[in-house]
């Protein structure tokens, strides 16, 4: 046990270092794009990445202004979804509630990022899907090769762990750091942190 914090955090350094720069401007100038459009950010995850999502959403919403919202923000929706449709079509059928169109855009938090061959969080690939079929563009932050979302998506940056001992943490970790970048960075942020 001993040393293990400093070599974690080393860890962690790796992998900040290793994060593609361009990319993430890249992902910053699409994310402007869609504000400039009056398109709405549809923030999804699960379990942890869920999280993340629902923090993601007042980000974007307060800093960047953009309009952002997550599906399981509003649990009695959801669960009443999952209850009726199904849990692999609960996200899909709330984005055709909420009439997401070409202008609109998906972001995925997620550290596989799903997996049809393994039916692994089938209800964010069937979002992706429908995004895909109304011509909305699919952001993400995800884990490793990054699953259908890194295949599918239009602007996916992918964490990697390199041992792949800590990719769970790592890659939900670094959703935070990133979509924090991203709302801090001069082409998004509108409004002023308190601190």
């Known amino acids: 046990m001993s040393g293990f914090?400093?070599?974690y955090l080393d860890f962690v350094v790796e992998v900040a270092n290793s994060l593609d720069t361009q990319h993430l401007d890249d992902i910053a100038d699409q994310l402007?794009?869609?504000r400039d459009r009056s398109g709405r950010l549809f923030i999804l995850g699960v379990g942890g990445s869920a999280a993340n999502a629902s923090h993601a959403v007042n980000d974007?919403?307060?800093l960047a202004r953009i309009e952002a919202y997550s599906p399981s923000d509003n649990v009695a929706e959801l669960t009443a979804r999952i209850n009726d449709e199904g849990w692999d079509r609960?996200?899909?059928d709330w984005l055709v509630a909420s009439n997401i169109t070409s202008k609109d855009a998906l972001f995925v938090l997620s550290v596989g990022g799903g997996s049809v061959e393994k039916n692994v969080s089938m209800n964010l690939i069937k979002a992706v899907d429908l995004a895909k079929e109304k011509r909305s563009s699919v952001f993400g932050i995800v884990g490793r090769d990054g699953g259908y979302v890194a295949k599918e998506g239009n602007f996916v940056l992918t964490v990697q762990d390199p041992g792949g001992e800590f990719t769970t943490p790592i890659t939900e970790?670094?959703?935070a750091v990133?979509?924090?970048l991203l709302v801090s960075s001069p082409k998004l942020?509108?409004?002023?942190t308190k601190w």
């Open 178 to 180: 990133i979509w924090h």
């Open 173 to 175: 970790s670094f959703q």
């Open 32 to 34: 402007r794009a869609l």
């Open 189 to 192: 942020k509108v409004n002023p």
């Open 90 to 92: 609960s996200y899909a």
């Open 60 to 62: 974007f919403r307060k």
């Open 5 to 7: 914090s400093k070599s």
